[in-house]
């Protein structure tokens, strides 16, 4: 029987200290009795001699120096983990409260896990078809990728999140999939928003579910994520599945980490995050990827809300610079009544080159790629100096291509929540739109692919009028 | 015999304080805990020490071992590190998953050099030669591209007792005893050497000769000289990675060292599974047998990330001390001086900029100044180099950021990355009118030799062109683009053309991925050839939109695509610009 110590003598924020502590050691968690018998979980964050700083995932709250007992367990947070852990929904803490009973563990995991030995990853190159076209032309995803996607307050990433989750497959495979999702500090309507989503599209019982909402303890949000991944590593590297993983929101993830860096009183970094934020998210998202010799792996979806819709915030900043890219949300397409509002500028998916071309989707799927974000970024920048100075300050192409920006947002952007297009289809609005252009503009696409699809859209006569 | 050790007071993180350790000495190696991690002593106050631990510390708790080892943290130097992947305190990364899985576990030791395997050993001296430190013995094959020497180590001098004959040996064999002032040593295949302590060399000279890369923007542009130094900040998805790694993929170095440092694990697998297989275009071999890879990714110990750049760079300068040109890709710097910041904030030190401890400029351009062309010791002359090339990944892409301020004070070329190229898909992304390199004066010698005598005026005029672009745009911005004079329109055009069919190149397409030097010439002599011939048709009555819609131009924006060994191709097309304007000019005296 471990010993209960009734040592704690200071109480600020999220952390407690607690004295004469024998044989505590870093990281380990700890259970806490408040004074009205309420159980709660802690870890370790800290010990010097026999003195033991813990963070409190329930908050501290009716602590008092004195009552408040602390035993400590001799181990890290763990989570037990067997097949049928498949349809069940448990808190940040990993307890269940979807009603059903305990699961009988298999085996307990760290949630804290091990870094993936580099030489054992194997590169994610298989595309994954999501039917959205700004995602599967210009961005595409693959198994085994982390694509955030990098929203602002009140976009509809939840939609965008759920359609790819509902629409997601690789081409001409028929294999085991799971969807794990962790919610952290958002809100009931958008939990259960995902819940319905996975409850009709038929997913609900191949997913497992972390919900911490709004109203729950913050300070858990730091392990919530940690459960989830974990359980899609198992499912993942042990049981074979190819797993989906949404995390949403990060942003009140960092805020939770940041809230444990002041109450620690850390020299803080920018905002007020601390500095080791860069390291710590990547424990998160780097646990993503795929093994030689395995069959399944982990594709992470991360949600984000840009505090005002800035990019250079160290919460996106530091995400980008981890991830393999990112799904850029614009409150400017938005508010043109365009869904998905991608702003494939500056999306981009660090994987696509070795996910897409021949014999994964199609030979001129490169090429298409370069040739519509040039002639968009150039369509873009034209139709700013129209509004500035009216079109008769463009040359005839420039006009061509604020046209084609125009028709881009329009065509290839803009599609149902429920339409699932295939890659064919989106390539081929893609030349359709690229056909606008003068042929000799088309700098990007090698002259093989331009006689082979290009002709199929061409008007007759366009091509001697426009050179 | 009994291990010499102390006691653990106090964990925090990657920080742990130990009391008591005998003779503890700065940057001596420590294993930590009954778990023996591995950490190195940054910091000793009494009898307190404080000790970096580069692997996870959950777990251990005060009243745990420390054990000191008496020696500073070091490298095993010797033949099998070319093709290897090891992680920041070189710990094999390869040999650790065949042993003990897919995920790096805690306290998992492995040499570094393989002990069983049997290298061709070939002795180039004979008994009783005087040697001095620098000195080669031998030559080990490493791969077909790499002849391993075999060096008296830097300090030693004395006669050779004994060498052995040529035969296998494996790294611990002894194979060579020299006679020195303080007795008989023994030399094996490999030997060791502390990381923090840059390998001596007799001393260093002003690079001279262009570290080619294949790289129009670069070599062209803003080149960097064998033995130099560069930086490439720039927000992410700039594109920082993929310059490093067209850089360690195509430039003519004997020896790449790429460091990852702090960046993702599917970067690491990319270079592993893409190197083996991409062929030297010089040699025709794989990529591999000239590279060593060190792989400390972001979620790998943050400590051993703060280890992995001077790893490496120690490595590199064991290859240099061969006389061989190699080198250092360091990606991403910025996540190194996070690695200091964390370290020295869990010391409580008084923070300087941004968090960062007050010592970190001058760490950095302790690193940086580790690059160079040198004269090696021993008794010939020996000529060498070095180049380090870091990435840096400011945050927000502010370049104020302190780590690129401290970078740029040190290093002579500054890829400036730019986030609104990289939008347009205009790569690489290094932007013309922010990027600098202060080797273009001493490598003009050498220019003048390998692309054309001409070669440094076209390429001022075409910088100017792209200077006088920005003017022009600033202008149309104002007040349309119908004032400009057509003459300024074909600037523009111009410009465009640089930008489009010469600056912009596609890593990912074989034709396009690496361009020769002769190839850049002819490329950039196709530009200023219509430049040339546009502003004096227009200057004889030519009408602007007839040069504008001139078919040839198609032709000039898919040189590019001409094969590096097919350059007669180039005679074709400025025989077709001739003939275009030619007609163009007749056209105009028919009326």
Same mark, same amino acid.
């Given at each position: 029987m471990a010993k209960e110590y009734i040592t704690t003598r200071q109480i600020a924020g999220p952390l407690i200290i607690v004295e004469h502590v024998e044989k505590a050691t870093y990281n380990e968690i700890v259970d806490i009795k408040a004074p009205d018998g309420s159980l709660r979980r802690g870890q370790i964050l800290e010990v010097n001699g026999d003195r033991a700083l813990i963070q409190v995932f329930e908050g501290t709250s009716g602590l008092n120096l004195?009552?408040?007992?602390?035993?400590? +367990?001799?181990?890290?947070?763990?989570?037990?983990?067997?097949?049928?852990?498949?349809?069940?929904?448990?808190?940040?803490?990993?307890?269940?409260?979807?009603?059903?009973?305990q699961i009988i563990p298999e085996k307990r995991l760290d949630i804290n896990g091990n870094p993936i030995n580099p030489y054992a990853r194997d590169y994610p190159a298989e595309f994954i078809q999501t039917g959205i076209s700004s995602i599967d032309g210009l961005n595409t995803l693959v198994r085994g990728q982390k694509l955030p996607i990098f929203s602002g307050s009140g976009l509809p990433h939840a939609e965008l999140a759920a359609q790819i989750a509902r629409q997601a497959k690789v081409l001409g495979a028929e294999e085991k999939f799971a969807v794990v999702f962790a919610a952290m500090g958002i809100t009931f309507e958008e939990a259960n928003y995902f819940i319905q989503n996975f409850r009709e599209s038929g997913a609900l019982e191949r997913s497992v579910i972390f919900l911490n909402l709004g109203g729950d303890p913050v300070i858990e949000r730091i392990a919530t994520p940690r459960f989830g991944l974990t359980v899609a590593e198992y499912l993942a590297f042990e049981l074979g599945m190819h797993v989906l993983a949404i995390l949403t929101d990060m942003t009140n993830y960092c805020e939770a980490l940041r809230e444990i860096s002041a109450a620690r009183k850390e020299v803080p970094g920018r905002r007020g995050y601390p500095g080791y934020m860069y390291t710590d998210l990547a424990t998160i998202y780097e646990r993503a990827g795929r093994i030689k010799g395995k069959t399944g792996s982990i594709t992470q979806i991360p949600i984000l809300t840009m505090p005002e819709d800035d990019k250079t915030h160290p919460i996106p900043d530091l995400t980008g610079y981890i991830t393999e890219g990112q799904i850029f949300l614009s409150r400017t397409l938005f508010q043109q009544g365009l869904y998905p509002?991608?702003?494939?500028?500056?999306?981009?998916?660090?994987?696509?080159?070795?996910?897409?071309?021949?014999?994964?989707?199609?030979?001129?799927?490169?090429?298409?790629?370069?040739?519509? *974000?040039?002639?968009?970024?150039?369509? =873009? +920048?034209? =139709?700013?100096?129209?509004?500035?100075?009216?079109?008769?300050?463009?040359?005839?192409?420039?006009?061509? *291509?604020?046209? *084609?920006?125009?028709?881009? #947002?329009n065509r290839f952007v803009r599609q149902g929540i429920e339409e699932n297009r295939t890659i064919e289809q989106t390539l081929d609005v893609g030349w359709e739109l690229l056909s606008m252009i003068p042929v000799e503009e088309l700098k990007r696409i090698r002259p093989q692919f331009i006689d082979k699809y290009l002709s199929k859209y061409i008007k007759k006569g366009t091509v001697q009028n426009a050179s | 015999m009994k291990e010499k050790s102390g006691l653990i007071v106090k964990v925090s993180g990657p920080l742990v304080v130990a009391e008591n350790i005998p003779g503890a000495k700065m940057y001596e190696m420590v294993y930590v805990g009954t778990k023996r991690l591995f950490g190195e002593i940054i910091e000793v106050k009494k009898n307190l020490s404080s000790i970096q631990v580069y692997e996870d510390t959950s777990g251990i708790g005060p009243g745990e071992p420390v054990y000191s080892t008496?020696?500073?943290?070091?490298? #095993?130097?010797?033949?099998?590190?070319?093709?290897?992947?090891?992680?920041?305190i070189q710990r094999p990364l390869d040999v650790l998953m065949a042993k003990y899985g897919d995920f790096v576990v805690r306290g998992l030791f492995e040499p570094p050099l393989d002990r069983t395997k049997n290298w061709l050993f070939n002795p180039i001296v004979n008994k009783g030669d005087f040697l001095k430190g620098g000195d080669f013995i031998a030559e080990v094959?490493?791969?077909?591209?790499?002849?391993?020497?075999?060096?008296?180590?830097?300090?030693? +001098?004395?006669?050779?007792?004994?060498?052995?004959?040529?035969?296998?040996?494996?790294?611990?064999?002894?194979?060579?005893? !020299? +006679?020195?002032?303080?007795?008989?040593?023994?030399?094996?295949? *490999?030997?060791k050497w502390p990381v923090r302590i840059p390998r001596p060399v007799k001393r260093r000279v002003p690079p001279d000769e262009l570290l080619v890369t294949g790289q129009r923007v670069i070599d062209s542009f803003f080149p960097i000289a064998k033995g130099g130094t560069a930086c490439v900040p720039g927000p992410f998805g700039s594109g920082k990675t993929v310059v490093q790694h067209q850089l360690s993929k195509w430039a003519n170095a004997d020896i790449i060292i790429f460091v990852g440092c702090g960046e993702r694990g599917n970067e690491m697998t990319d270079v592993l599974m893409e190197f083996p297989e991409l062929k030297d275009p010089r040699t025709g071999r794989p990529l591999m047998e000239r590279t060593v890879l060190i792989a400390n990714t972001s979620n790998m110990p943050v400590a051993a990330r703060e280890a992995s750049v001077f790893t490496g760079i120690t490595i590199a300068e064991y290859y240099r001390d061969m006389g061989y040109s190699v080198a250092l890709m360091a990606d991403s710097t910025s996540r190194w001086a996070e690695a200091m910041r964390e370290m020295s904030g869990r010391l409580e030190e008084m923070p300087g900029e941004e968090g960062y401890p007050a010592y970190l400029a001058s760490r950095i351009s302790s690193f940086y100044e580790r690059a160079g062309k040198v004269v090696l010791m021993g008794r010939e002359k020996k000529e060498a180099s070095l180049s380090v090339i870091g990435a840096v990944s400011p945050p927000g892409g502010d370049l104020s950021d302190p780590v690129v301020q401290g970078t740029l004070r040190t290093v002579r070329v500054f890829w400036s990355l730019d986030d609104s190229l990289a939008y347009a898909r205009h790569f690489p992304a290094i932007y013309w009118l922010k990027s600098y390199s202060l080797y273009l004066d001493s490598l003009a010698e050498f220019y003048k030799e390998k692309m054309g005598k001409d070669w440094v005026d076209l390429r001022v005029k075409a910088m100017s062109i792209l200077r006088k672009e920005s003017e022009l745009q600033e202008m149309v911005r104002l007040v349309g683009i119908d004032t400009l004079s057509p003459n300024d329109r074909v600037v523009l055009e111009t410009a465009r053309s640089i930008r489009e069919d010469f600056l912009q190149q596609n890593a990912f397409m074989a034709e396009d991925t690496f361009t020769s030097l002769k190839k850049q010439y002819r490329m950039m002599k196709l530009i200023g050839l219509f430049?040339? =011939?546009?502003?004096?048709?227009?200057?004889?009555?030519?009408?602007?939109?007839? !040069?504008?819609?001139l078919p040839v131009r198609v032709e000039i924006s898919r040189a590019k695509l001409i094969p590096n060994d097919e350059l007669e191709r180039f005679d074709k097309i400025e025989e077709d610009i001739n003939k275009s304007f030619v007609n163009l000019l007749e056209e105009v005296k028919n009326g």
């Open positions: 004195g009552e408040t007992k602390v035993r400590f +367990e001799g181990r890290g947070i763990e989570i037990g983990v067997s097949p049928s852990i498949l349809g069940r929904i448990f808190d940040g803490s990993g307890r269940p409260i979807d009603g059903a009973p509002p991608i702003d494939v500028l500056p999306s981009l998916s660090r994987l696509k080159d070795k996910g897409i071309g021949k014999g994964k989707t199609r030979e001129d799927h490169s090429d298409v790629l370069n040739q519509l *974000f040039a002639a968009y970024a150039r369509g =873009r +920048e034209s =139709r700013e100096l129209v509004t500035v100075l009216g079109e008769s300050a463009l040359t005839k192409t420039d006009l061509i *291509f604020v046209r *084609f920006a125009d028709e881009f #947002e | 008496g020696t500073a943290l070091s490298v #095993e130097l010797g033949p099998g590190l070319i093709g290897s992947i090891y992680d920041g094959d490493e791969t077909p591209l790499v002849k391993h020497k075999i060096i008296v180590p830097s300090g030693m +001098e004395g006669t050779i007792l004994m060498i052995a004959s040529q035969g296998e040996y494996k790294v611990e064999d002894v194979i060579a005893k !020299i +006679e020195t002032k303080n007795g008989i040593q023994d030399l094996t295949l *490999f030997h430049d040339r =011939r546009a502003h004096d048709s227009l200057n004889k009555g030519v009408e602007l939109d007839n !040069i504008i819609s």
